[in-house]
């Protein structure tokens, strides 16, 4: 409006308004990179294009033990109805072979004196139901088998043989699937963050893991690595570079003793790939640490794995984790609400390579800190004092509102009488 009125020239109104759009930046959202690892330890790659199909029906067991429960459950109830129905079938036409089927109801009693191979056996259907008191054992005593057909003998033994096996395999993929080790690593926590802080004047990488069951995992280990994305000096580009990294662990053995949260430490060193990021080049790193722990299932046996990987976003500089076991009449308690949470502690912004040739920064990082400490103490005590000034000036006001003012009256003898109301 005020361009129209020639209030103010045109010229004056669009270089403003261009200034306007260049004060504020224009911030695009960053494509999400796909991590290897999910956090809750599923490996995050699809296999595309396989051609070798025959492959998989070679190793059949593990084959079936991988697949999801309702098609194991439908392969499970297919494979006995499918034995079932060819065996019938085979009872079927030894009955029909042996004449068994033209033979008249008083041979189930065994008032005449035909012998039939299978007694009371004229239908698909009592062939059927034959067939399953075969393989499942089941005896009802009206069917049985006689010794009239040595034919009928040798499909009594080959049932027997392909029931037994088809037993052996469903009922072991059933179990191997209700007990599989990845089970017992639900149970199995990690922290959402890491956190990244100075301990024994080191910077070092640290997360928390911990165990929610009584039952211990025996023997267990931790393994870090990094996967990012690394360009030889031939050009060639690998899409996912794994480095391990050390654990610092007191004892020689790299196990852990897994009764009780424990702060995983991995001190930044010459070796660890995270020597030359300082704080502000986190942000930008593309770059995943996964977390592999390994042990025993005490109750089973069974050797379990629980994974995990935190990225740039989930790494906390200047942080440390809250303590959460506590000794309560004799007892240690863990609280497990607290399980991730973290407390802003003083820590150089700096890489470690610039801590390790400036050892003066983690000085002054520390006296930074105490000052401030110092100066929030101070803050505290003042605003503590003035409260309490406030307080009992306030008390003061109110103790001499209520006290009680003198009146003097006079009497019509002259005499003055002081009075309190």
């Known amino acids: 409006m005020l361009a129209r009125k020639s209030i103010i020239p045109e010229e004056y109104v669009l270089a403003r308004i261009a200034a306007e759009n ?47 429960w309702r098609h194991t459950l439908v392969i499970f109830t297919m494979s006995f109805l499918c034995s079932w129905l060819l065996f019938a079938m085979m009872w079927w036409l030894v009955a029909f072979a042996h004449g068994d089927m033209y033979a008249s109801t008083e041979n189930c009693t065994g008032s005449t004196k035909w012998t039939p191979c299978v007694t009371c056996v004229r239908s698909f259907t009592s062939a059927f139901l034959f067939s399953i008191e075969v393989q499942v054992t089941i005896g009802f005593g ?35 699937k209700t007990a599989q080790a990845h089970r017992r690593a639900e149970t199995l926590i990690f922290s959402r963050h890491a956190v990244i802080a100075v301990r024994n004047g080191r910077l070092c990488f640290m997360f928390r893991v911990g165990d929610l069951r009584k039952s211990m995992i025996i023997s267990a280990s ?11 000096p031939e050009g060639e580009i690998i899409p996912i570079h794994q480095q391990d990294i050390p654990v610092d662990n007191p004892i020689e053995s790299n196990n852990i003793f897994l009764v009780a949260p ?58 440390r984790f809250v303590p959460i076991v506590t000794e309560e009449e004799g007892v240690y308690a863990v609280d497990y609400s607290k399980f991730g949470n973290t ?7 700096c890489s470690a390579r610039e801590l390790d040739e400036k050892p003066s920064i983690l000085i ?41 003012p003198k009146v003097q009256f006079i009497t019509p003898e002259g005499n003055q009488c002081v009075c309190e109301t």
């Open 22 to 68: 260049l004060r504020k930046p224009r911030i695009r959202d960053q494509p999400r990179k796909a991590r290897f690892i999910a956090k809750s330890g599923a490996c995050n790659l699809a296999h595309k294009n396989i051609r070798e199909q025959g492959r998989f029906l070679q190793d059949i067991f593990t084959t079936l033990v991988d697949l999801k």
């Open 364 to 404: 002054q990082t520390l006296q930074k800190s105490e000052l401030s400490h110092q100066n929030s103490l101070r803050k505290r005590n003042s605003m503590r004092r003035n409260n309490s000034m406030r307080r009992n000036n306030s008390m003061r006001r109110n103790n001499s509102s209520l006290i009680v």
């Open 222 to 232: 931790v393994r870090i690595q990094v996967v990012k994305k690394t360009t030889t």
């Open 142 to 176: 009206g069917r049985m088998m006689t010794e009239e057909c040595p034919m009928a003998i040798t499909v009594l033994i080959l049932q027997n043989i392909v029931g037994l096996i088809i037993n052996a395999v469903m009922l072991g993929c059933i179990f191997m």
């Open 343 to 349: 407390i802003k502690v003083a820590a150089p912004r």
């Open 262 to 319: 424990l702060i995983i430490c991995h001190v930044i060193d010459k070796r660890s790939p995270l020597y030359d990021i300082s704080a502000s080049d986190l942000v930008n790193q593309d770059l995943e640490l996964i977390v592999v722990l390994e042990g025993v299932v005490e109750t089973t046996g069974i050797t379990t794995q629980a994974r995990t990987s935190y990225i740039a976003e989930e790494i906390l500089w200047g942080h």
